[in-house]
């Protein structure tokens, strides 16, 4: 199967784990590939479609991408748990300097308002990493169930 094929046509996909979850999120771009991150995470919480009804910005810095995609991630368990925002379509932007800055407009609903099925208490860095295979961005993570 051509792998060019294979990024295109999905966005993220799920490995087996033993207690937890693996996943890999593709994008043409970094920014794409952060986006299905944050995408899957909350497609393993809830498995269907969220409203958007608030809209958030958010910051979060990290030393190099695997770290930023940690604290991207972590912001919105963060959210969660003290606003209880659920996520539902998020716009990414990465600068590279000294550190990676990440900024995102953020879309979602009150988590109230749906039956999450799945609690994630953690992302881990467990078998993380961020790089680009040919002309697409793959982040691989594990979050904490």
Known sequence: MNI???YSSMKYKYFE????IKFQAFGKTLEEAFENSALAMFNAMYGRNIKEKIKKNIK???TDLENL???FLEEFLFLMD????????????????????????????????YPISLDVKAVTYNSMFVKKEKNNWICQVVIDV
Do not use: P
């Open 82 to 113: 003290s606003e209880g925002f659920f996520m539902s379509s998020c716009k990414v932007k990465i600068k590279e300097g000294k550190k990676y800055e990440l900024e995102a407009e953020v879309k979602g609903d009150e988590a109230k308002n």
């Open 60 to 62: 979060v810095s990290g």
């Open 69 to 71: 995609l940690y604290n």
């Open 17 to 20: 784990h033993t207690a937890d």
């Open 4 to 6: 060019k094929k294979i």
